[in-house]
């Protein structure tokens, strides 16, 4: 899979041209930051009473209401929550000018129809691999984060060059841009937050943890065996490799990690696995996210503050992890 990188990137596309970042967050701060120190002419776009106008403004930006901003503005990225996106492309279609760029740092929105962008646009995503906050700092250090780049619409016959201009100033380019299509990316990213990473890696260790703690072991000392170690296999993983990882552990751990592990991920887990990409696929999930924000985010309140009361974090407390 090749990896773009700036020499092989024309900034043209963006050059001299307005750039609206709707949405001041996690990644709306960090790409607006970014594009500005590049050189791009970029206002911010917020909702009224927008409590991160300030915040703008004190960053030295543009800040002017979503319409103002997108309001001939060539290109219009949304950057803010997935769930919001529907709403907020409604109350600024009617201004975007004809021929503008729309923009993503995710597929969903597309993926799954929660905006149908009208026939003029430009429609690309630029999604940087990881946090605003680390999108920024590595630009401020001369150096960028890998992004997946991708184009769902392409009106003017120059969407792909835009995304990479764009991925560019960004300093994403300064690591590579990898091309995808919104629906690999999207389908990859949403089946890791729930199979993978973020769902079932926390999941695995909350459950050993109070396994071992059911058996008679100190939960100090049950947190650091299975929650502390984290940090070093991810460590390893990202310097070594998995097969580099395994060599560089004891003859001990890694024969108890060679028994061990399959004993656990069985086939069982595996076809969970499909069956979890085949929801992500069918829109299901999509559907419980806008769901999940109609309703003022019940689930996520509750999963919030069950967390909080585990025996897991306590023990994180206690060891003052
Ligand atoms: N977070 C990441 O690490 C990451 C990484 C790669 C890609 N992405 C993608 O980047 C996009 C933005 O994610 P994010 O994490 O940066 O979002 P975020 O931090 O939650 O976005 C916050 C911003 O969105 C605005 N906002 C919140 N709800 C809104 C609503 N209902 N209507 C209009 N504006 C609303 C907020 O407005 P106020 O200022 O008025 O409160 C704030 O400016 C998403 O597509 C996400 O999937 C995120």
Not at 28 to 47: E, H, K, T
Not at 131 to 153: E, I, N
Request: aromatic share 6%; hydrophobic share 45%.
């Amino acid at each position: 899979m090749e990896r773009i990188l700036d020499p092989a990137i024309d900034p043209a596309p963006l050059a001299g041209k307005r750039v609206a970042i709707v949405g001041y967050g996690n990644q709306g701060r960090a790409q607006a930051l970014n594009l500005r120190d590049s050189g791009i002419d970029v206002v911010v776009g917020l909702r009224e009473g927008s409590p991160s106008f300030a915040r703008a403004v004190d960053d030295g930006l543009a800040a002017a209401s979503r319409r103002v901003a997108v309001d001939g503005a060539d290109a219009v990225f949304l950057l803010l929550p997935d769930e919001a996106m529907s709403a907020a492309y409604g109350a600024i279609e009617p201004y975007l000018r004809r021929g503008a760029t729309l923009g993503f740092a995710h597929g969903l929105a597309i993926r799954f129809g929660l905006v149908a962008p009208r026939a003029d646009l430009d429609v690309i995503m630029v999604a940087p691999k990881g946090p605003g906050t680390a999108l920024r700092s590595l630009y401020l250090d001369g150096k960028g984060m890998l992004a997946l780049f991708a184009v769902a619409q392409d009106a003017s016959g120059g969407a792909r060059d835009t995304a990479l201009a764009y991925g560019r100033a960004l300093g994403c380019g300064r690591a590579g841009m990898v091309e995808t299509s919104f629906a690999e990316e999207c389908e990859a990213d949403l089946f890791n937050e729930q199979a993978v990473v973020w769902g079932a890696v926390p999941d695995l260790l909350i459950a050993g943890f109070d396994t071992l703690v059911e058996g008679g072991v100190a939960p100090e000392i049950a947190y650091m065996e299975c929650v502390g170690e984290l940090k070093l296999l991810a460590e390893l993983v990202e310097a070594r490799g998995i097969a580099g990882m395994r060599e560089a552990i004891s003859n001990t751990a890694e024969l108890g990690a060679v028994l061990g592990g399959p004993k656990i991920v069985d086939e069982s887990v595996r076809q969970r696995m499909r069956d979890i990409l085949a929801e992500v696929r069918s829109g299901r999930f999509a559907a419980e996210l806008e769901a999940e924000k109609a309703d003022d985010y019940p689930l996520l309140r509750r999963a919030r503050a069950r967390a909080r009361s585990l025996g897991v974090e306590a023990a994180r407390v206690s060891i003052g992890d």
